[in-house]
């Protein structure tokens, strides 16, 4: 029985893109559906068993009709060479009212055969060609489900988390006992587990994050553990079950730069004992867009400041990538640092996200006129955010406060506290 395991797809993330002419949309939206693409093309052509989104589908709750169209027709290659989907509820699939539909309950509303949508903490059984199999889903935790006004009354937030935290646990633990051990099992989570670290080998401790011990789904009852959510490619278990959380297939900023983009295959033997059927795990590398940062020193008393700059860049591959260049130079070396010289050195990238300078002696990060042209607000603030050197912590913490904000202005509508 072979699985593939892939999570944070974010169709609709269009940060570092431009209009594509032919298409009119975004060329960033075209790297997304290409790197789905590969996905759907290795699933159909090496005898795949069963493919596994374990959440995030889009960008946001609220997928566009293009979106919901493009996202919708890889599924129908995949079901229509007979082969299950399962679709895990992550929190960018969540409406920020419990009265809305999730971004992936279409598919069920229009009883699409074999795609299977893991929207509650349950064991949800799966036909596969290569016979029965058992997907324990957890998805990002609502906390309306989880924990009554009334219970939380009274309550710190970090009390209330906690409290989640345990029940979510020993929701598991109950479910885990449900299994049957003659039909191989595996878990599907979209959540945070206590030691797993970003692109930036920063834990990702997040204030809206509820983390689980590993401890908590590392057990003897499953063969494989898919995880989602975090978008750095990690095993966090060698042992049986193994841990992995795929990555995202794409980079969606500069923090994820050095991160390898892929998915995951398991091959799993349903014929063997309980724990032991995992036999093959391998990690598919696909071609996602690079992201490049030139960081450029220039010394005091440099003669050329912009032929130092123009030096440094020949040093990466910028061709087809998202480059931003970073220069840091004595005040009397500004005057003769020529701009437009460096970004016709960058003609070949794919988009230049920016050419900042640090003025020693005056803190001040600039950003061109020509790259705020366009930029959308979350894009906007990540920028400000990267240029001031905010660690990875503090700017996602940051952007996912703006976006409840800006959803609530939008909506008029109070997100849930998770």
């Keep these: 029985m072979r699985i593939l395991h892939f999570s944070d797809l974010h169709i609709g993330v269009e940060n570092y893109g431009r209009i594509d002419p032919a298409t009119g949309l975004s060329t960033r939206l075209g790297d997304f559906l290409a790197a789905l693409d590969e996905v759907v093309d290795f699933a159909t052509t090496q005898d795949v068993d069963l493919v596994l989104l374990a959440g995030d589908a889009y960008k946001g709750r609220d997928p566009s009709q293009t979106h919901q169209r493009e996202f919708a027709a890889r599924l129908y ?122 692109g930036t080998e920063r834990s990702m401790m997040l204030g809206n994050d509820h983390v689980l011990l590993a401890s908590a789904l590392h057990r003897p009852e499953l063969e494989y553990v898919a995880l989602g959510h975090i978008h750095k490619y990690q095993v966090l278990r060698q042992e049986a079950p193994r841990m992995v959380y795929s990555g995202s297939l794409q980079r969606v900023d500069f923090s994820e730069e050095k991160d390898e983009k892929g998915f995951c295959v398991i091959d799993l033997d349903p014929t063997a004992e309980r724990g032991r059927r995992l036999k093959d795990f391998q990690f598919q590398h696909i071609n996602a867009r690079r992201f490049v940062t030139v960081d450029v020193v220039i010394a005091p008393g440099e003669p050329d400041p912009t032929g130092a700059v123009l030096r440094a860049i020949d040093r990466h591959e910028v061709e087809d990538a998202v480059v931003r260049v970073r220069i840091k130079l004595p005040a009397e070396a500004e005057p003769a640092l020529r701009e437009g010289e460096i970004r016709q050195a960058l003609q070949s990238a794919h988009y230049i996200a920016a050419v900042s300078r640090e003025v020693e002696g005056a803190r001040r990060t600039r950003i061109a006129p020509g790259d705020s042209e366009g930029l959308q607000p979350m894009q906007a603030l990540r920028l400000y955010l990267e240029d001031r050197g905010a660690d990875a912590r503090r700017t996602e913490k940051m952007l996912r406060y703006a976006e409840e904000l800006m959803g609530e202005v939008e909506t008029g509508e109070t997100p849930e506290l998770l």
Aim: glycine share 8%.
């Design 77 to 198: 290659r995949i079901v229509s060479a007979g082969i299950p989907v399962f679709l895990l509820v992550g929190n960018h699939d969540l409406p920020n009212a419990s009265s809305r539909a999730n971004a992936v309950e279409i598919f069920p509303t229009l009883q699409v055969p074999n795609v299977h949508i893991g929207d509650n903490l349950e064991v949800y059984p799966v036909a596969t060609p290569a016979g029965p199999l058992q997907v324990l889903a957890v998805p990002w935790p609502r906390r309306g489900r989880l924990i009554t006004r009334e219970e939380s009354r009274g309550m710190t937030i970090d009390e209330v988390r906690a409290e989640i935290e345990s029940r979510m646990t020993d929701a598991i633990d109950l479910r885990i006992g449900e299994l049957d051990p003659d039909v191989p099992a595996i878990l599907t989570g979209h959540l945070t587990v206590n030691g797993a670290t970003v």
